[in-house]
């Protein structure tokens, strides 16, 4: 004799019905996340900030060496920023060059200069967006002792919106999120130009 149990499935079908619509939800949120961290990636914050340093006391090309610790003397520097735009969409206006140890508005610690470009530089010439930007920041007076400390001092970009954008400079390689940020947008670059030599 057969029997049969008409009773409740151990998987009701609203149940299956649930997991495969979390399973689109999660994909779609994971889609949503990677389009947006690659957007992220390529497109902010618009531009890359470098710079370099230019100084007078030390002579070089004398001295056969740059200035250490145990050096004695006046001397002059001053960090130049060149501000290249990779989207000509964002319009940000460079206020200030700092030398300060840390971005943090409430604790920057140490600031060795800063210099207020909008007091000195028509705005059309601290826009991003345009062509490239050379930019110099403030005249620092040190003793030839401190070269090496203030020359591996960060330099930052503050622009009108109170942000402040670090530079890449000699003393100050990028790093992290922003290395990362540097080589996908290098290698989207390349891939446009091979595309475009293609197409030409």
């Known amino acids: 004799m057969t029997t049969c149990l008409n009773g409740p499935t151990t998987?009701?079908?609203?149940?299956?019905?649930?997991s495969i619509f979390l399973g689109d939800v999660a994909a779609t949120v994971f889609l949503a996340v990677s389009a947006y961290a690659l957007f992220y990636l390529l497109k902010y914050p618009g531009f890359r900030v470098g710079a370099n340093w230019t100084f007078s006391g030390w002579d070089v090309g004398k001295m056969g060496r740059f200035p250490n610790e145990s050096d004695d003397g006046p001397m002059d520097l001053r960090p130049n920023v060149s501000v290249v735009s990779r989207d000509t969409d964002v319009k940000k206006v460079i206020v200030a060059v700092w030398v300060r140890e840390r971005a943090d508005v409430s604790d920057p610690g140490k600031v060795y200069g800063?210099?207020?470009l909008h007091k000195e530089v028509p705005a059309e010439h601290r826009t991003t967006g345009a062509d490239p930007l050379n930019l110099y920041g403030?005249?620092?007076s040190c003793n030839a002792s401190q070269?090496?400390?203030i020359t591996n001092m960060p330099v930052f970009m503050q622009t009108s919106d109170g942000r402040f954008h670090k530079a890449q400079s000699?003393?100050?390689p990028i790093k992290g999120i922003a290395k990362?940020?540097?080589r996908v947008q290098?290698?989207?670059d390349a891939a446009r130009q091979w595309f475009l030599a293609k197409l030409g």
């Open 11 to 18: 998987f009701p079908l609203w149940w299956e019905t649930f």
């Open 114 to 116: 800063v210099r207020h």
């Open 138 to 140: 403030p005249n620092i």
């Open 147 to 149: 070269f090496q400390k």
């Open 170 to 172: 000699p003393g100050n």
């Open 180 to 182: 990362l940020r540097f």
């Open 186 to 188: 290098n290698l989207s």
